[in-house]
Structure formats: C-alpha cells, structure tokens
C-alpha cells in the first residue's frame, strides 16, 4: 500500500483534476462499493484496483490544477505521520493516557495561538476534524461564557460574507435563527464596522442580548479580510465574545503580509484556522485556539455538577500534571492523538518551508491577477488580498439587460474553461452577480499552472 501511495504522489501534479468518468461508470462504481461485505475475505491488490477506480471517479484535490473551493494539498508527510500514529492508536482524549503525544499536540496549539496568530501567553485549544466544528466549539464557548442558560434572546452577528459554518453553529447551539444577525458589508466586501455597532445597540434597546461578533480572515468567496482591530474594538466595547473565522486564511499569518493584513486578530477570544487549507495538510483537521481555555472547558462541563454525566467508569482517570484533557475542550470522548499529522510536517520541513509556500501562493495570486487585466473582455476585481482571484465577462454597460447577459457569458466562458479538464475553476455569486472564482492554495501550484491556466482562459475567451 505504501509503494502504491508513493506512486500515487509521485503523479499526482500532472494527474486530471476533474473526474474522466462516465456517470454510468460513476453509477456502477457505486452500485458496488453499495454492496454488503462478503464472508470471505478476498486478495489486497483486487480490492485496491477497485478502492483505486473509485478514487480516480473523483476531483483531485491536491493536483496542481486544483483552482476551485478551498483545494486541499494533502501532504504526503502528514498522511504517512497519520498511517504511524494510526497505527499506534494511542488514545487522546485524556493526557493520562498518552502524555507525551497530548503534549506534542498541545505544543502544536500553543504555537497556533500565540506565534501564528499573536494571542497571549496561556492561550492554546484544540484540533477539530475541520473550521466548521471549530466555529461551532467556539459558539458554544461564547454561549456558555456570555449567556449561561439564558440563550432565548442571544444574538449573534456576522457579515453576508461570512462562512455558512458559523450560521450554522449558532443554530446548532439553540440561538433563534431571527437573532442571527447579517450586518452590512462595506463595497470592499468587510464588515461595515459602524453599522454592526448600530445594530448590536438597537438589539440591546429591543431588550435582546447580544453577545457573539464574529469576524473573517480571509472570506471563503474572496479572500477579504474584516477590519479586525476595529471589529475587536467593537466587540470589547460592547462586552461581546470576538470570534475570528481564519480557517481559510489564519495561516498566511506566517508571511509578513499576512501578518500585517490580520493585525488585530490577537485580541480574539477564540480563532478558528484549518490546517487542512492553509497548511495544506490532508482533509480531516482544524483547530480552534482561544484566548482563554478555561472558558472552552467551560463550554462541556456541567456546571451545577449534578452527576448525570454518567461516568463512574472514569473514576481513575486523574488530570495529568498541566497537559488537556482534549475530551474536555470537545464533544468527543474516544479520539485520536491529532498532534502528530501537524508535528511531523512542521518539524520535518520546517516553518519557513510553510511560509515560502505561502508566500509563494500570494505572488502566484498577485500574477495572475496582473495576467487577467491584460485579458480583453474581462472585468477584474481588485487585487487579491490573499491567494483568491476573481473576475467576470465585462457587460457592455450597466443596464439590467447587459448584466445579465455579462452573468451568462460569464458561466458559458467558465464551462469552456473546464472542459480543458487541467484545471478545476468554480463560479460565484458576488453581491448578485456571476463571477469567476479562483484560489491558488495547494503546494503543487507554481508559477507553470498560473500560466498554463491564463493560456488556457485565453483559448476560451
Ligand atoms: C472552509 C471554511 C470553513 C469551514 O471549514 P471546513 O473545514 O470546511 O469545515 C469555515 N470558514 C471559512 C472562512 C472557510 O473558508
């Protein structure tokens, strides 16, 4: 299995990025793996033929050509550091249980917390299978630290271009969805600062409570950044919990750039990164780091301890000297040790080789933006603020009539665009209209594909 994966990776830059298959063949695939297991067991190498047929049915995520959604890179280092600690299925829920591995793990969160995103001493979390269940811990974590029980008259706000993870949460957690508010956003696409301040006033006039202020790092559907020194400001003001959403953009944090475009993100009560995006690790890991991690334990205890929790079985599990508990920080129990998949790349590669690549990834988005201004017929938005482009066909003028006819252009010239099949482009929606939307974000991506990708937007034009 290990020589098979080698060589997989080994292809994997110059493999299709969209799936070959037929739906029929798709349809068959599925009609397969739908089957029961068999009572004898078969030969490894005809099971993996299949197991392979239906990963090539299947976008490839960490190819070069991977420009649509967020792609995932999949680092072989960290897959291989996945397959041992899979192997040792160490338990990780408790530090009792495999100190050594809850301290490399924890190591990795401090460093998350205080040098990539600048929060104080004593800040630390815990890895999630993804941004999305982060953002939940760190709804529940603003819930339980500012309303107590009292959830009924809670409100939250985010901006339209926020993830919808975050909405999400916030329902998961019993916040009535008329108290999830959607606060403007400025022509820039950030959070409209004054406006959010008004509307958390007027909720408080109205007899509600606000008391979560959700922030982006880098929006899923342009890269924009709230302004988040203000945001903070805001918050602290009015005694909300600051929750910064930096799951696609939080690692970018390691370059200079970045570091100075999310200023303001450390006085965060909570920040959620993925490092399956911007560290372009395997699909499966997120972290949630806060300021304070007593309030996120906070979050699953039971406060009034009224011995429902049921555990007597757990009776000689003891703290083990400062290390988490991660079973505490989350709604899981039985987990695994996570800290190795991020330890291993990180001390194996080394932190500049991460944020060169990073780097690398802004001045590819940076390129082509320059590329796509040349392009005749097109209308290009700003310049990327992190690794995401965006464009559209230029409607002839501003008439309702043109821009529609600029909205279906725009789709049918991204239809001609994928059916090269090197490269993977999604559509958007940006404040109602089609656009083009491209994110540069795996290791495999080098200047090569930028350019290769512009030929290839020029023959579709
Ligand atoms: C991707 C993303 C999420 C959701 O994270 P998953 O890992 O896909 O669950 C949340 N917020 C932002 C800004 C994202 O880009």
Redesign the pocket.
């Known amino acids: 299995m290990v020589d098979r994966i080698a060589d997989f990776t080994q292809d994997l830059p110059s493999r299709r990025v969209s799936p070959i298959g037929q739906s029929s063949e798709a349809g068959r695939i599925a009609d397969e793996f739908l089957a029961a297991p068999p009572e004898q067991g078969a030969a490894l190498s005809m099971l993996m033929e299949r197991v392979d047929r239906a990963a090539d049915l299947a976008v490839e995520s960490g190819s070069a050509g991977m420009l649509a959604a ?1 792609p995932g890179g999949g680092l072989y280092s960290s897959a291989l550091a996945e397959f041992y600690s899979r192997a040792l299925n160490r338990f990780g829920g408790f530090a009792s249980s495999a100190p050594g591995l809850t301290a490399m793990e924890d190591g990795v969160l401090r460093w998350i917390a205080q040098d990539v995103c600048g929060m104080p001493v004593g800040s630390a979390g815990v890895l999630t299978t ?4 982060a ?1 939940l811990s760190a709804v529940l974590a603003a819930r339980r630290s500012r309303l107590g029980e009292n959830i009924e008259r809670g409100c939250v706000y985010v901006t339209a271009q926020a ?1 919808h ?1 975050v909405a999400k949460a916030a329902r998961i957690a019993g916040i009535r969805n008329a108290n999830i508010r959607v606060v403007p956003h400025t022509g820039d696409l950030r959070m409209d600062v004054p406006a959010a301040e008004a509307a958390v006033q007027q909720d408080r006039r109205a007899g509600l409570h606000p008391f979560l202020l959700v922030g ?1 790092a ?3 559907n342009t890269g924009a950044i709230d302004p988040l020194r203000q945001v903070g400001e805001l918050a602290r003001r009015e005694e909300l919990w600051f929750h910064v ?1 930096a ?2 953009g939080g690692f970018f944090r390691l370059t200079r750039r970045g570091r100075g475009l999310m200023s303001g993100i450390e006085s965060a009560d909570s920040i ?1 990164l ?1 490092p ?2 911007s560290l372009f690790l395997p699909f499966g890991t ?1 972290a949630l780091v806060v300021r304070d991690p007593a309030r996120l334990a906070a979050a699953y205890a039971d406060p009034d301890d009224l011995g429902v929790d049921g555990r007597p079985y757990l009776q000689d599990v003891r703290p083990y000297w400062r290390l988490p508990d991660y079973s505490g920080l989350s709604p899981e129990l039985s987990r695994e040790v996570r800290g190795l998949r991020l330890w291993l790349p990180l001390h194996l590669h080394g932190v500049a080789a991460f944020r060169e690549a990073l780097d690398e990834k802004l001045d590819l988005a940076a390129r082509l933006h320059e590329r796509l201004c040349d392009l005749p017929g097109l209308e290009v938005s700003a310049p990327p603020t992190l690794s995401i482009v965006t464009f559209r066909v230029r409607p002839a003028d501003a008439s309702e009539t043109a821009q529609a006819a600029a909205d279906k252009a725009t789709r049918a010239l991204l239809d001609r665009i994928n059916a090269d099949g090197r490269v993977l482009i999604h559509s958007t929606t940006i404040e109602g209209r089609q656009a083009i939307r491209i994110c540069i974000l795996t290791h495999r991506t080098h200047a090569d594909l930028v350019e290769r990708a512009v030929e290839i937007m020029t023959a579709a034009l």
């Open positions: 967020i993804g941004g999305s269940s953002n993830h993870s982006t880098g929006t899923t959403d799951a696609y959620t993925d399956h995006k997120g």
